[in-house]
C-alpha cells in the first residue's frame, strides 16, 4: 500500500465508532474537555461490527481512522469496544509506523479496566458487551493483568446494538431481550457485584438495564472513565496536546446518508447538531 501523505498541521481529535453508539462517549468527553476541537465519525452504513470477524472489523476501522488522519487530526480514539478489542493493537503496531508515527491512536478499554479495581467488593465482574467483544477476551486479559484476583464473567447481547441503532432501545421488545441477557449473566456468577456496559451503544439501554440489575450491583457507563483518561493523557502528553486545536468545535460525519444519521445522532446527544456524508 502506497504511505498517505499527511499534514503535520494541529486539527481536531478524532472520535470513532461503527455506528452511534461513540457519540456516547464523545459527549461526555466535550464535557470535560469542551475547549478542543472534534471530528466525529460513524461507519453507520456498515455497522455493526459486533458480529464481524477479526479481519473484517480491522480493515473497516483502519479505513475510517485513515479518513480521520487525512481530515487532520493528530489524535483518534476509538469510541468503540469491537474495534478496540479487535483492531487498536494492530493499527498502533503495524499501521502508525507506516502511516505516520507521530500520531496516536487510543481506545477504550484500557481507561475503563483500570478503574475496575476499586469498584468490585466482590472482585467478581461481569461484561456485557458484542459478541466480537466476548470473544477477543480483551476484558478479562486486561483486567487480569491488573487485578489477577477479579474473576470476569462475560455475556454476549448480539441483539442489544441493533436495537438501539434501530430506535427500538425503549420499546417492549428491548424489555424481552436486555431482561434475558442480565439473567444469563447473573446466572453464570451469582458473585457479580460489578457490571461493565462494555459496548458504547448500550448506555441508550440504561433505563432497562437498571430495571432488570439487582439492587446493589454497580453498573459501569465507559464515557466518564475514557474522558477522565483521555484528560491526563493530555496533561502526560504535552507535545500531542500542542497538536490538538483548541476551537471548542465539533464536525459530524457518517458513511451513511445524513438524513439516516441526524435523527439517529439527536437522540444520542439530546441535541440537534449537522453531519456531512463521507466516503472511505
Ligand atoms: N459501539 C460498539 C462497541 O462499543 C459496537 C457496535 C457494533 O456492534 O457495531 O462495541
Not at 71 to 77: A, K, Q, S, W, Y
Not at 134 to 159: M, R
Not at 181 to 197: E, G, P
Request: charged letters at 20%.
Amino acid at each position: 500500500m502506497s504511505k498517505t501523505v499527511l499534514s503535520q498541521k494541529p486539527g481536531p481529535i478524532g472520535v470513532f465508532d461503527s455506528g452511534y453508539g461513540g457519540l456516547t462517549i464523545l459527549k461526555q468527553i466535550r464535557d470535560l474537555m469542551p475547549e478542543y476541537d472534534f471530528i466525529y465519525l460513524g461507519d453507520n452504513a456498515r455497522t455493526p461490527y459486533g458480529t464481524r470477524s477479526f479481519q473484517v472489523v480491522y480493515e473497516f476501522t483502519l479505513q475510517c481512522v485513515t479518513k480521520l488522519f487525512e481530515m487532520g487530526c493528530p489524535l483518534v480514539i476509538l469510541a468503540c469496544n469491537t474495534a478496540s478489542a479487535k483492531a487498536l493493537r494492530t493499527i498502533q503496531q503495524i499501521d502508525l509506523p507506516r502511516l505516520d508515527a507521530t500520531r496516536r491512536v487510543l481506545g477504550i478499554i484500557r481507561p475503563t479496566v483500570e478503574s475496575i479495581g476499586e469498584l468490585t467488593k466482590s472482585r467478581h465482574v461481569g461484561l456485557l458487551a458484542t459478541p466480537g467483544t466476548v470473544k477477543s477476551l480483551s476484558y478479562p486479559l486486561e483486567i487480569n493483568k491488573l487485578f489477577p484476583d477479579i474473576t470476569v464473567t462475560g455475556e454476549a447481547c448480539p441483539i442489544w446494538v441493533p436495537l438501539v441503532e434501530s430506535g427500538e432501545s425503549q420499546s417492549a421488545g428491548a424489555d424481552y431481550f436486555v431482561e434475558r441477557h442480565i439473567k444469563n449473566l447473573l446466572a453464570k456468577d451469582s458473585k457479580i457485584d460489578t457490571i461493565i456496559l462494555g459496548c458504547t451503544h448500550y448506555p441508550l439501554l440504561l433505563d432497562k438495564i437498571r430495571k432488570y440489575v439487582p439492587q446493589g450491583i454497580k453498573i459501569i457507563s465507559q464515557g466518564e472513565y475514557v474522558a477522565t483518561s483521555l484528560k491526563d493523557y493530555m496533561k502526560r502528553h504535552p507535545e500531542m496536546d500542542a497538536r490538538c486545536t483548541n476551537g471548542s468545535s465539533c464536525r459530524y460525519y457518517t458513511t451513511e446518508s445524513v438524513d439516516t444519521f441526524l435523527p439517529n445522532a439527536s437522540i444520542f446527544l439530546n441535541e440537534a447538531v449537522d453531519a456531512d456524508s463521507v466516503t472511505l
